[in-house]
């Protein structure tokens, strides 16, 4: 190894190997159940200089080497020696001390193990007394409390009496909570029969809980006597509300006051209170209902004016209501004939305050009764008032078959469009689990529209019985005529309601529309009574002017466009009636014709005159003109005579026979 490989092993080399080793272990006890256990290994150092003088050696070596070499010492090399021995010496002075004070150490904790352990071994046993006297004291604790709640229970009929027995004073909460204490005390004893006196207790309890019930069903009943007046439903809002529509017909303490009472009824399983609440509730809703009075068929709401509720709805279509208080009924809509206005009967607004007066009840049903009686109580509570609108639906259907008019048809044909669209939010507002109310209401809809079907054959029937009446005596227009060609304007009018109402074809059938086949079939029947009229006059002059009276109405009605759809049927109808008209014009000229040859032999057929006035006439002349215009004038006296008394109301008309004789 060269010099220079020697100082560099060296320079690494240069460093004091010690070892330190201690390893304490601890075991104690969760509750000084035991002695503490530790041991200490005794720390061991160990220093090695055995090394170091064998590189003392290696460098007295190479210092003799260099000055056999003939180099000169530095002195600066023999400072570092030095510099390194008393680093070395501090070393091993400090490596001793670490040893004096590592075993100083083990000597302390020794002596704490063994002290420690002492108290642990005196400490134990009292800990472990004081640990059960703490369990006998909480015992004794719970033990008195529990005494204390079963005095407690039974003294409560003694402190509770007073106060049941005084009633509520208004003090509804102070009064609730007696109860709860006497429901608590109750149910405790029943599940404790083995306490002594725990029957007289329990009789005295129940005695005092029957009389608070009786209290709160006095209280019940006098709020549902106070919040369940009559109201006018044509003051509910047009549109209710999304949410809380029982406040329409309930203020909110009321709501809450009787909500509170029924809860605690039903956490006493007390429920007789349901059959006062189905009582009152139902009256509530018939007699609102009743302030649309009924008279043979009339409704009209005394001072209420027509509300048009409902009119906002998405699944209604709206019609016009009046402005001003009306009241129209079936018998007043016939004695003013075809003057009825759609959406205007007092039925249809009834319906609409009806519908919104259910839509806040069963809102306030389902707010304050428990769901498994609301399906049963709000079927007995709606009841009366589904019975009710049938009521007055009969008594609409029967105003009508007492009526003579048949445009009472169009007012039934009103209220069944506006009540089919309003059934779905009545069935939807009725229906309970097995409840039929919403199918009882679907059967008053039923009934309008058998009746509403009936009329349709109702109206052929009365146009072919009248044909045994006899036509008017100075032929004029028949009154069968303007009604029928009326009833046909307001057809039109109800369009799509008549299209519903009327039966369908079968699919695939290539037909007009049944509204358009039911008017054909009117103006036919229609046609043929007027005929049939006419035959028993046995075609006189006072029959062709009847026909052409009735022919030409009917004609220019159709013309006018006042009947469209029976015009874009063709036209068929339109020419049909006036090749009628041209007939019957050629029929009444041929009553003048007795008149038209006499003075024809006066006037020739090509304009000139066989005795003109320039020559004088022979005998035989003068006698022939005067045979003739005697003829003349008897043909014009006789039909003066017939035919003064005849009408012809149309001055087209008028003309137009004028040019024809």
Not at 116 to 134: A, C, D, F, M, R
Not at 141 to 158: A, E, H, R
Not at 317 to 323: L, Q, V
Request: glycine share 4%; hydrophobic share 35%.
């Amino acid at each position: 190894m060269s010099p220079q490989q020697q100082r560099e092993q060296l320079r690494r080399t240069r460093s004091v190997r010690s070892t330190a080793t201690v390893l304490p272990t601890e075991d104690f006890s969760e509750t000084f159940k035991g002695p503490i256990k530790s041991s200490f290994k005794e720390q061991e150092v160990t220093t090695d200089y055995s090394e170091l003088g064998y590189y003392l050696q290696l460098l007295d070596e190479e210092s003799r080497a260099r000055r056999g070499a003939r180099f000169v010492f530095d002195p600066s090399t023999e400072d570092l020696f030095e510099n390194d021995e008393r680093d070395i010496a501090f070393i091993k002075e400090s490596l001793q001390r670490a040893d004096n004070l590592t075993n100083q150490v083990i000597d302390i904790l020794d002596s704490f193990e063994d002290r420690l352990g002492v108290l642990e071994t005196n400490i134990y046993p009292i800990h472990k007394l004081l640990q059960k006297w703490k369990q006998v004291h909480e015992n004794i604790d719970q033990t008195m409390n529990s005494i204390g709640k079963v005095l407690d229970i039974f003294d409560t009929p003694t402190k509770v009496e007073e106060r049941i027995m005084d009633g509520t004073r208004g003090d509804y909460p102070a009064y609730l909570a007696c109860l709860d204490q006497i429901s608590d005390a109750i149910q405790y004893l029943l599940s404790h029969k083995n306490y002594k006196s725990a029957d007289k207790a329990l009789e005295a309890l129940k005695k005092l809980r029957l009389a608070g019930i009786a209290e709160l069903e006095n209280v019940f009943r006098s709020l549902l006597v106070k919040h369940s007046a009559l109201i006018d439903p044509t003051r509910l809002p047009e549109t209710m509300p999304e949410e809380n529509k029982y406040l329409e017909i309930l203020p909110a303490n009321a709501v809450a006051e009787i909500s509170k009472i029924i809860q605690r009824f039903n956490s006493l399983a007390h429920t007789a209170y349901l059959k006062e609440y189905k009582d009152k509730r139902s009256k509530f809703l018939v007699g609102s209902l009743k302030k649309f009075q009924m008279e043979k068929g009339t409704l009209a709401a005394k001072d209420s004016p027509i509300s048009p509720l409902l009119n906002n709805n998405p699944n209604i279509n709206n019609t016009p209501e009046p402005s001003n208080r009306q009241s129209i009924s079936l018998q007043n809509t016939q004695t003013q004939g075809q003057g009825y206005q759609k959406g205007t009967h007092r039925f249809i607004v009834f319906l609409r305050c009806a519908l919104s007066l259910l839509t806040a009840e069963r809102d306030l049903a389902e707010e304050l009764l428990d769901s498994s009686a609301f399906e049963s109580v709000f079927s007995e509570v709606t009841s009366p008032f589904v019975e009710y609108v049938g009521e007055l639906t009969d008594g609409i259907l029967k105003s009508r078959r007492g009526g003579e008019s048949v445009f009472v048809n169009f007012v039934l044909f009103d209220i069944w469009d506006h009540f089919i669209r309003v059934v779905p939010l009545f069935q939807a507002a009725l229906r309970t689990r097995g409840g039929t109310l919403d199918d009882d209401i679907m059967e008053i809809v039923n009934r309008i529209r058998t009746i509403c079907q009936k009329s349709f054959s109702d109206f052929e029937e009365d146009i072919k019985r009248d044909s045994l009446k006899q036509m008017p005596v100075d032929g004029t227009v028949y009154e069968l005529t303007s009604t029928s060609v009326n009833y046909l304007k307001r057809l039109i009018e109800y369009r799509d309601t008549v299209e519903a109402l009327l039966p369908q074809p079968p699919p695939g059938t290539p037909r007009n529309s049944t509204v358009i086949e039911y008017m054909l079939k009117i103006l036919a029947l229609l046609r043929a009574n007027l005929e049939k009229k006419a035959d028993k006059e046995k075609k006189t002059a006072l029959s062709t002017i009847f026909l052409l009276n009735n022919f030409h109405y009917i004609y220019k009605t159709i013309k006018s466009g006042e009947l469209a759809p029976v015009v874009s049927n063709n036209g068929a109808a339109l020419v049909e009636f006036e090749r009628a008209m041209d007939e019957q014009r050629s029929i009444y000229a041929q009553y003048w014709n007795k008149a038209h040859d006499s003075m024809s032999l006066l006037v020739g057929d090509d304009g000139k005159k066989p005795f003109p006035a320039t020559k004088a006439w022979s005998s035989k002349e003068k006698s022939t003109i005067k045979e003739k215009l005697k003829v003349f004038n008897t043909e014009i006296e006789e039909q003066y005579n017939v035919q003064k008394g005849f009408t012809v109301p149309d001055l087209e008309l008028q003309q137009r026979l004028r040019d024809d004789v």
